[in-house]
């Protein structure tokens, strides 16, 4: 808390005033996290919830141990081990952050006051002196009349390390003797840095309060900057190379993005990978690639002719290295060709055919088989509808940030083509991409024009799942140059991360070909900066399995963070359908993950496979299974036909007869549009939710409905053929809408099935909506579940392949007041950033949700998955892999890259 007290209780009320004025709005700005329900309905996960874009951004200086407007910790470990009692003496004096006051009378060293020079002090006010241990003193007065000036530390500090820096041998004016260059460099970067770190500190919690302070940053931050440069080129005038390294670090992580930096680091840096190069030794060639790696990964596309040439000389060597190993295997030496394959791919890993023959010898190639339920054709973001699709489109493409799970299913967000996570800017995030150049074969580029094009192809189907984020987004982004771009938000969002996870294409190649975001050429052969890229052709055909193959993508591995990922080399996609016996491929190893396994299956799994693979079920789904309802049918523009259908159901009594196979615990009735144990699902008084079934308010409004005798008595159910749970499920509904009129006279509702290959369906549905009811999954792509059912809902998106496949609201669907008010309620939402405000809001869509009957919400079904013990699923770099049930089974590759078979 600031120390400058107000003699007198007016100054008191004041400051307590302002202080409650800045308490408002720090709980104003600041969104807690918010504790949701696990969908197994005991463990809890906290979804965290970002600080808004226009606020300021979070403070990342927190103390090591102590806070630093009380004592600056690493001066305090700085002076214990100087040698130099000059440099000793600095960090002693300097290691309370103090500010100078000079009055009338005396000059005395008090605690830091809020306000800057410029603005106004009261009449009366209080300070803290220092005594000579550094320890505040009891408050006393002080007339601003007798002040006759007031330093502040940040500036004392500067002027303190230009003495320091002026002195010989560094400088030219007269200092302590015995003292180098180095410790010169490093006491003053180790003092500014340590100010720097107090003053953001204290501006964050107002102990520097005001745009007055603003001034007094710059000054500070650009010295300690010139510091580091000069501590980099002393350590390379030296050829202390160890050192050069280390500084090197650690610039670059303090100063991504600026272009002065890159070009001293480069100096540095061609200087050491040359003498790495000029050596005899394989180490130290790699040496050299990772240390380009690490200042290609903090400046894309610097570093000029130089930092080519090195690149080239790197390949040069690679190219080779593999062609020894090319002539090893020819005379049958394969330890040799193994030995020289291995340097070629830690040299170059892009050397066209070294991962072919990595594949042949087997060497460091590493294949994971996934069976999958429908073999892929359509795999670019803005075509993939099956899940097999989606888990290729999470293979081959990356957003600027991706989401990753951990053990409890809870999401975080981790940096994809970012290099690090985005800053926070005001209205906005700025970041790094991870670029590259077109090659001389014609390969595509990737750089921040490409994040422009990828908004622009977006934006040309606004109403498309694919550009879910665009309403949040406003307009598109501004490249400051190749590698850097900035993305503006025109409303907050509780978690702006989310919006970042939208894949990037190679925009700019794209439309130099003229082709749109859904571009079915595109679709069937999909490029982009993913671990992986598509191999030509299917493997397998006629009764053999079909497989898909995607092969690591060397320019994903060639950042320094990313060393040698993918970890695994090729990943097959297995049409399981065809495999005679899916648990023998287990036992064989040529089978390592098979998702959506039904619940009456596990047992078989469990006690044939015991100690080679096990089963898991997702902690956490946002897959629901709902009955689609076609709003441009006349028939279902009848809002009490539609609450019939929804009531008729019995939820529970499926879900027992069909799913669960005798295990209670597993699979949920949905009582409203989202997830039984997410936030967003109204509660009853008792805690639980409340059923819909009904059926005797059922078959009274459905048959008010068949009065009319212009009202269409036979509904028409699309079912996915080749899923015997789906169809018995549909079976079960027939009859229990049919069952209504077992003893009722009059007309009666019939439900004519028909079955179609699931692809076939979601066209029928989602493009050509030529169907009455449907039985479909849709899968919920965040935690913001109201916000997805407003994009789901928007009588904007309800053209051929919008998000509005329903049709709810659409133009000539006779939409009536409350279907207007869930509409207008929906796209409100949007505005809102704050979780408690939209929560209560929620509770008012779901009322209106069921009253109005979008679609007719059935379950939510648990997944289960079985995955061979070989398969560690790593998200980060830890020793620790997580649990497979924390992944998303839809798109399932989730942090692949770091995947491994051990």
């Not at 500067?158 to 180095?182: F, I, R």
Request: with cysteine; charged share 25%; net charge neutral.
């Amino acid at each position: 808390m600031s120390v400058l007290a107000r003699v007198g209780r007016p100054w008191h009320r004041a400051l307590a005033a302002l202080a409650g004025l800045f308490a408002a709005f720090a709980v104003g700005v600041a969104q807690p996290p918010v504790e949701v329900e696990d969908p197994k309905g005991g463990l809890k996960k906290r979804v965290v919830v970002e600080d808004d874009p226009v606020a300021k951004s979070k403070d990342e200086h927190a103390a090591p141990t102590t806070p630093p407007d009380v004592r600056l910790d690493e001066l305090v470990a700085g002076a214990d081990g100087a040698k130099h009692p000059a440099i000793k003496a600095l960090f002693q004096r300097n290691r309370v952050p103090f500010d100078r006051l000079t009055t009338k009378s005396a000059t005395m060293q008090i605690r830091p006051i809020p306000l800057a020079r410029g603005e106004r002090l009261p009449l009366t006010f209080g300070v803290q002196e220092y005594d000579r241990e550094g320890r505040p003193t009891d408050p006393q007065g002080i007339n601003s009349t007798d002040v006759r000036k007031v330093e502040y530390f940040e500036e004392i500090v500067v002027a303190e390390a230009n003495q320091v820096l002026g002195a010989k041998p560094l400088g030219t004016a007269n200092g302590p003797d015995g003292w180098t260059v180095t410790e010169q460099l490093d006491a003053a970067e180790l003092l500014l840095s340590a100010t720097l770190r107090f003053h953001d500190y204290a501006r964050a919690r107002n102990i520097r309060r005001g745009r007055g302070w603003d001034d007094f940053r710059k000054p500070l931050f650009e010295r300690l900057r010139e510091v580091r440069l000069l501590l980099l080129k002393n350590a390379v005038a030296g050829n202390d190379w160890g050192r050069v390294r280390e500084v090197g670090t650690r610039v670059m992580a303090a100063y991504p993005g600026d272009a002065a930096v890159a070009a001293e680091v480069a100096v540095a840096r061609v200087s050491e990978t040359k003498r790495l190069l000029a050596s005899e030794t394989h180490f130290d060639h790699v040496k050299a690639k990772e240390l380009l790696d690490e200042f290609e990964a903090s400046y894309p596309g610097a570093g000029g002719a130089a930092v080519k040439a090195i690149r080239t000389e790197l390949s040069r060597r690679a190219q080779a290295a593999f062609a020894r190993a090319v002539e090893k295997k020819a005379a049958n030496d394969l330890t040799a060709a193994r030995d020289a394959l291995t340097r070629a791919a830690a040299l170059d890993p892009t050397v066209p055919g070294v991962r072919e023959l990595q594949r042949e010898l087997k060497t460091g190639y590493q294949t994971l088989s996934v069976g999958v339920r429908q073999f892929p054709e359509q795999m670019s973001p803005a075509t993939a509808r099956l899940d097999s699709e989606k888990q290729v489109v999470e293979l081959v493409f990356e957003g600027v940030l991706a989401e990753v799970p951990d053990d409890n299913g809870a999401a975080r967000y981790v940096p994809g083509a970012a290099v690090v996570s985005p800053h926070v800017v005001p209205g906005g995030r700025e970041f790094l991409l991870r670029g590259f150049d077109a090659s001389a074969t014609g390969r595509y580029g990737f750089e921040s024009h490409d994040l422009v094009s990828t908004l622009k192809l977006m934006g040309k189907r606004p109403e498309t799942w694919n550009s879910y984020a665009l309403p949040w987004i406003d307009g598109l982004p501004t490249p400051k140059d190749n590698v850097a771009a900035r993305v503006a938000f025109k409303q907050g969002h509780p978690d702006p991360r989310a919006l970042l996870t939208f894949k990037l294409l190679p925009g700019r190649w794209m439309e130099g070909k003229g082709m749109a975001a859904d571009d079915a050429g595109f679709a069937e052969a999909p490029l982009g900066t993913g671990p992986f890229k598509l191999q030509p052709g299917a493997r397998g055909d006629g009764t053999a399995p079909r497989e898909l193959v995607l092969v690591d993508n060397p320019l994903y591995g060639r950042w320094r963070d990313r060393t040698s990922q993918p970890f695994i080399k090729e990943v097959r996609l297995v049409e399981v359908a065809k495999i005679p016996n899916p648990v023998e491929a287990f036992q064989q190893g040529s089978l390592h993950v098979l998702t959506d396994v039904p619940t009456a299956d596990l047992e078989k799994y469990r006690s044939q496979l015991s100690g080679r693979a096990q089963d898991y079920t997702a902690v956490n789904g946002r897959r629901v299974h709902i009955l689609a309802l076609n709003h441009r049918r006349p028939a279902l523009q009848s809002k009490i036909l539609r609450q019939g259908l929804m009531t008729a159901i019995d939820r529970e009594r499926i879900l027992n007869e069909v799913f669960r196979a005798g295990r209670p615990e597993f699979h949920r009735a949905l009582t409203g549009p989202f997830p039984p144990q997410s936030w967003a699902t109204t509660k009853g008084p008792t805690g639980q939710t409340v059923p819909l079934v009904n059926r005797d308010l059922a078959l009274t409004r459905i048959r008010n409905y068949l009065f009319d005798m212009g009202a269409k008595a036979e509904l028409t159910l699309l079912y996915p053929d080749g899923d015997p749970q789906a169809a018995t499920a549909c079976r079960k509904i027939k009859d229990q809408v049919e069952g209504l009129f077992k003893d009722a006279p009059g007309r009666k509702l019939t439900i004519a099935l028909e079955p179609l290959p699931l692809r076939d369906l979601l066209v029928r549905v989602e493009d050509e909506h030529r169907y009455d009811l449907a039985y479909v999954p849709f899968d919920y792509p965040d935690d913001w579940y109201p916000f997805a059912l407003g994009g789901m809902l928007d009588p904007l998106a309800a053209e051929r392949g919008g998000r509005n496949w329903t049709g709810f609201q659409a133009k000539g669907t006779g939409a009536d007041d409350a279907d207007s008010r869930l509409g207008q309620l929906l796209n409100e939402l949007r505005a809102y950033r704050a979780f408690g405000p939209l929560a209560e809001k929620t509770v008012e869509v779901q009322k209106l949700f069921n009253e109005c009957v979008p679609f007719v919400p059935l379950w939510q079904l648990d997944r289960h998955m079985v995955v061979h013990n070989s398969v560690k699923i790593y998200t980060d770099d830890t020793d620790t892999p997580i649990s497979p049930r924390a992944l998303n089974q839809t798109t399932l590759f989730q942090g692949v890259a770091r995947w491994r078979l051990e």
